[in-house]
């Protein structure tokens, strides 16, 4: 009897602590101290170790960008880096509280991976990447070619539709690690590497002689990269939209790193509401009203991170393109804040 | 003892019974086992709902959309359901497993009498093998093997040729297919003709042996019946069979059949790793069949090779064939590390590719499971029935 007892009241407890684990993000992550943020295992401008270990690139300024709005601080960011198939698990399952690993934003992962993109930070594209030996300048010359492709990604789809609607032949070697993947290229087990546009530069820049290696103009594919929340909390899922929306906005407004401490005293409306001089919008996202100002002083508006680790100042020199603001041809909007 | 015969369930002359209290404990365990798997499996249901994850088989009817670097049977990159790729995951991990399962025998069997020679270099070679190749990891000697291949073999536009029509290069080895035509089942119909009458030959050789003593070339005749019938059926039933010869065109070799080169780095890391410990086995088996029994035959006037096939292998068997099953079975885990090199198995492509586009880690992983415990079972039921079969008989 007494066995029986312990036991039903075991199980009662586990019950208990399975329900806990699932509390709101904000005050997890704030308890914690520190933002558990999904990264990948190295896609050079976007998330990658440099040679002293420290993480670098757009993705990890987003993820300390959400630290420094939420925990004051943008170096209170923990790195878990997740290869393409993990991600999403790993996110819904509550091991990470962010993933910001260029994921592509799709209907059906929005809708049935018990995940919610909190909107785009890079607008990408699927394009190849090849040997300048092979003498290919379209895509549409490249019938019969060999891919090097990484599993689990929308990379393998749209290469399977691109193909089978232009009536051409092709075969896949699919890696699972994108290092693993350059490496298959490199050695010649396949004749063209496809992948998004932005990840291309990154492989070609890592090769021994990129010279000898040519993006091809073509682009198959829309590939809007975004940070990813887990679904159903929509607390979280505001902070980290705004975040993104707020780094946007300093750059619209001409507020840097540099400059923002001036920018306090700024007679324009939008940059105090932005950086909280006026209005509460801090506060109504569960912050205090310099989450902003924290965010711009510690990790730099959204230009400066792009010309850092993917534009003009980085070894991938990829042109803004359609990652400039709205006002300068690009897709880049932020929501107002107001 | 009146008294004794009535004792209810209730009465303390029940439960001081030993053998009833041992009944009741292991009810109590085993009902509690199932309580906590079903309070496992049901909070687990209830947390994917509350995620709004879907769940379910259904995806097994969707159209996959990915291509596959290797298929056994049709597949199509646009149509081809998850269900299929399933399939054709599971007949890779077979075809991997089978192609290294018969090589490291060989190999292992080979290096194993190789370590007992009497001749100083074969065995300090096949030591030197045996302790090289086991103590690597066998993920680093995939990687090893898949980069040596890669690496040696030249591009397509370069391609080693063998007999014209064979092509070895850094996409795999290119094959002229055979085609079959209608009549080409005469050939198969010749193949299994041969096949029995051999069987009753042998069978009958060795029963005149028994009883006669007698000696019959069995070896020359069988394989003389097996290559013989079908080549003459061939050539009586207008030679059926013609070649899709490999052409190139393009960046790529067109026709033929490829074996792709994870295949070959695979295949041959895992025959290479598995047959150190078949050999350790097998000289461990051979070791143990007393000295005196190989004297007794030598004695008799015996030819070595005679010794070592009736008197001293029927007995190292007994010993072998244990240990053995586990390789067989380690075999067919380890080829899951066909991930490092993308090999399309099982695990790199259904709990791989196909669990990312569908994102049902549950359901995906747990037909992954399935998978290599029916494999495993499967052998060791295969093994074990063999192993019982050619043990000691008490009489």
Same mark, same amino acid.
Not at chain 1, 296 to 324: A, C, E, F, T
Not at chain 2, 144 to 151: E, G, I, P
């Given at each position: 009897m007494n066995v029986l007892k312990i036991a039903s009241l075991s199980v009662a407890s586990l019950a208990l602590a399975a329900t806990v684990s =699932?509390? &709101?993000t904000l005050s997890n992550v704030k308890s914690k101290g520190v933002l558990n943020c999904g990264v990948s295992t190295g896609i050079p401008g976007f998330s990658t170790t440099d040679s002293k270990g420290v993480w670098k690139g757009l993705d990890v300024d987003f993820c300390k960008s959400v630290a420094a709005a939420v925990l004051g601080d943008a170096s209170k960011v923990k790195y878990i880096p997740m290869t393409a198939k993990e991600r999403f698990v790993a996110l819904a399952s509550g091991e990470i509280d962010l993933l910001a690993r260029a994921s592509t934003w799709t209907a059906t992962r929005d809708t049935s991976l018990g995940v919610t993109f909190a909107g785009v930070n890079y607008f990408d594209g699927q394009g190849f990447l090849v040997n300048k030996k092979l003498g290919v300048s379209k895509a549409s010359e490249l019938d019969g070619a060999t891919f090097c492709i990484q599993a689990g990604t929308t990379t393998e789809l749209n290469l399977t539709d691109y193909f089978k609607s232009n009536n051409m032949e092709y075969k896949a070697v699919t890696y699972d690690t994108s290092g693993q993947t350059g490496d298959g290229f490199k050695k010649g087990r396949c004749d063209a590497i496809t992948s998004d546009a932005s990840q291309l530069a990154g492989i070609r820049s890592k090769? &021994?002689?990129?010279?000898?290696y040519v993006i091809l103009s073509d682009i198959i594919s829309k590939e809007p990269l975004g940070p990813v929340v887990r679904q159903g909390d929509d607390k979280w899922f505001n902070i980290v939209k705004w975040t993104m929306y707020a780094t946007l906005q300093a750059e619209e407004s001409g507020v840097t790193m540099q400059n923002v401490d001036a920018q306090m005293?700024?007679?324009n409306p939008s940059v105090q509401r932005l950086l909280g001089v006026s209005g509460k919008t801090g506060e109504n996202l569960g912050? &205090?009203?310099?989450w902003a100002y924290r965010v711009v002083k510690q990790v730099g508006n959204y230009g400066q991170s792009y010309d850092m680790h993917v534009g003009k100042d980085s070894p991938l020199d990829i042109p803004r393109g359609l990652n400039k603001l709205w006002n300068k041809g690009g897709l880049m909007y932020p929501m107002p804040i107001r | 003892m009146k008294k004794n015969k009535?004792?209810?369930?209730? =009465?303390k002359g029940f439960f001081n019974n030993p053998e009833n209290r041992a009944v009741i404990y292991q009810i109590v365990t085993l009902g509690l086992v199932i309580l906590f798997t079903m309070y496992l499996v049901g909070n687990l249901f209830d947390n994917v709902e509350k995620r709004g994850i879907t769940t379910g088989f259904a995806f097994l009817d969707e159209a996959a959309g990915f291509g596959v670097s290797q298929n056994l049977i049709e597949y199509n990159d646009v149509s081809s359901t998850y269900g299929r790729v399933f399939v054709v995951g599971v007949l890779n991990t077979l075809l991997v497993s089978a192609i290294a399962l018969v090589a490291t025998t060989i190999i292992g069997l080979m290096i194993g009498i190789g370590r007992l020679s009497s001749n100083w270099l074969i065995s300090k070679l096949c030591m030197v093998y045996v302790e090289i190749f086991r103590n690597i990891p066998i993920l680093l000697q995939i990687l090893f093997w898949y980069n040596v291949v890669l690496a040696a073999l030249p591009s397509p536009r370069k391609s080693m040729v063998f007999f014209e029509h064979a092509f070895l290069n850094n996409r795999g080895f290119i094959l002229p297919k055979p085609l079959l035509e209608s009549n080409a089942i005469y050939i198969g119909f010749a193949i299994l003709i041969a096949c029995a009458s051999v069987f009753y030959l042998v069978r009958w050789s060795k029963k005149r042996h028994d009883e006669t003593g007698e000696e019959f070339p069995i070896f020359k005749v069988s394989l003389s019946i097996l290559v013989l019938a079908p080549l003459i059926v061939y050539f009586v039933s207008g030679q059926p069979i013609s070649a899709d010869y490999p052409a190139l065109k393009g960046f790529n070799f067109k026709g033929g059949f490829t074996i792709i080169p994870e295949l070959l780095a695979l295949a041959f890391a895992l025959s290479i790793y598995t047959a150190t410990y078949i050999a350790e086995a097998v000289r461990a088996g051979i070791e143990s069949v007393p000295t005196g029994q190989k004297e007794a035959a030598k004695s008799l006037g015996l030819k070595d090779h005679i010794i070592l096939q009736k008197v001293v292998l029927p007995q190292a068997l007994r010993v072998i064939i244990p240990p053995v099953i586990n390789q067989y079975l380690n075999l067919i885990k380890n080829s899951s590390l066909a991930t490092a090199i993308g090999y399309p198995e099982i695990v790199t492509l259904f709990s791989g590719t196909a669990l990312n586009q569908v994102g049902q880690a549950i359901e995906i992983i747990l037909m992954t499971m399935a998978v290599y415990l029916t494999f495993s079972i499967v052998i060791s039921v295969v093994l074990n029935w063999v192993n019982a079969k050619i043990q000691i008989k008490g009489r």
């Amino acid at each position: 009897m007494n066995v029986l007892k312990i036991a039903s009241l075991s199980v009662a407890s586990l019950a208990l602590a399975a329900t806990v684990s =699932s509390a &709101d993000t904000l005050s997890n992550v704030k308890s914690k101290g520190v933002l558990n943020c999904g990264v990948s295992t190295g896609i050079p401008g976007f998330s990658t170790t440099d040679s002293k270990g420290v993480w670098k690139g757009l993705d990890v300024d987003f993820c300390k960008s959400v630290a420094a709005a939420v925990l004051g601080d943008a170096s209170k960011v923990k790195y878990i880096p997740m290869t393409a198939k993990e991600r999403f698990v790993a996110l819904a399952s509550g091991e990470i509280d962010l993933l910001a690993r260029a994921s592509t934003w799709t209907a059906t992962r929005d809708t049935s991976l018990g995940v919610t993109f909190a909107g785009v930070n890079y607008f990408d594209g699927q394009g190849f990447l090849v040997n300048k030996k092979l003498g290919v300048s379209k895509a549409s010359e490249l019938d019969g070619a060999t891919f090097c492709i990484q599993a689990g990604t929308t990379t393998e789809l749209n290469l399977t539709d691109y193909f089978k609607s232009n009536n051409m032949e092709y075969k896949a070697v699919t890696y699972d690690t994108s290092g693993q993947t350059g490496d298959g290229f490199k050695k010649g087990r396949c004749d063209a590497i496809t992948s998004d546009a932005s990840q291309l530069a990154g492989i070609r820049s890592k090769m &021994d002689n990129p010279a000898g290696y040519v993006i091809l103009s073509d682009i198959i594919s829309k590939e809007p990269l975004g940070p990813v929340v887990r679904q159903g909390d929509d607390k979280w899922f505001n902070i980290v939209k705004w975040t993104m929306y707020a780094t946007l906005q300093a750059e619209e407004s001409g507020v840097t790193m540099q400059n923002v401490d001036a920018q306090m005293k700024s007679n324009n409306p939008s940059v105090q509401r932005l950086l909280g001089v006026s209005g509460k919008t801090g506060e109504n996202l569960g912050l &205090d009203n310099a989450w902003a100002y924290r965010v711009v002083k510690q990790v730099g508006n959204y230009g400066q991170s792009y010309d850092m680790h993917v534009g003009k100042d980085s070894p991938l020199d990829i042109p803004r393109g359609l990652n400039k603001l709205w006002n300068k041809g690009g897709l880049m909007y932020p929501m107002p804040i107001r | 003892m009146k008294k004794n015969k009535k004792t209810s369930l209730f =009465s303390k002359g029940f439960f001081n019974n030993p053998e009833n209290r041992a009944v009741i404990y292991q009810i109590v365990t085993l009902g509690l086992v199932i309580l906590f798997t079903m309070y496992l499996v049901g909070n687990l249901f209830d947390n994917v709902e509350k995620r709004g994850i879907t769940t379910g088989f259904a995806f097994l009817d969707e159209a996959a959309g990915f291509g596959v670097s290797q298929n056994l049977i049709e597949y199509n990159d646009v149509s081809s359901t998850y269900g299929r790729v399933f399939v054709v995951g599971v007949l890779n991990t077979l075809l991997v497993s089978a192609i290294a399962l018969v090589a490291t025998t060989i190999i292992g069997l080979m290096i194993g009498i190789g370590r007992l020679s009497s001749n100083w270099l074969i065995s300090k070679l096949c030591m030197v093998y045996v302790e090289i190749f086991r103590n690597i990891p066998i993920l680093l000697q995939i990687l090893f093997w898949y980069n040596v291949v890669l690496a040696a073999l030249p591009s397509p536009r370069k391609s080693m040729v063998f007999f014209e029509h064979a092509f070895l290069n850094n996409r795999g080895f290119i094959l002229p297919k055979p085609l079959l035509e209608s009549n080409a089942i005469y050939i198969g119909f010749a193949i299994l003709i041969a096949c029995a009458s051999v069987f009753y030959l042998v069978r009958w050789s060795k029963k005149r042996h028994d009883e006669t003593g007698e000696e019959f070339p069995i070896f020359k005749v069988s394989l003389s019946i097996l290559v013989l019938a079908p080549l003459i059926v061939y050539f009586v039933s207008g030679q059926p069979i013609s070649a899709d010869y490999p052409a190139l065109k393009g960046f790529n070799f067109k026709g033929g059949f490829t074996i792709i080169p994870e295949l070959l780095a695979l295949a041959f890391a895992l025959s290479i790793y598995t047959a150190t410990y078949i050999a350790e086995a097998v000289r461990a088996g051979i070791e143990s069949v007393p000295t005196g029994q190989k004297e007794a035959a030598k004695s008799l006037g015996l030819k070595d090779h005679i010794i070592l096939q009736k008197v001293v292998l029927p007995q190292a068997l007994r010993v072998i064939i244990p240990p053995v099953i586990n390789q067989y079975l380690n075999l067919i885990k380890n080829s899951s590390l066909a991930t490092a090199i993308g090999y399309p198995e099982i695990v790199t492509l259904f709990s791989g590719t196909a669990l990312n586009q569908v994102g049902q880690a549950i359901e995906i992983i747990l037909m992954t499971m399935a998978v290599y415990l029916t494999f495993s079972i499967v052998i060791s039921v295969v093994l074990n029935w063999v192993n019982a079969k050619i043990q000691i008989k008490g009489r």
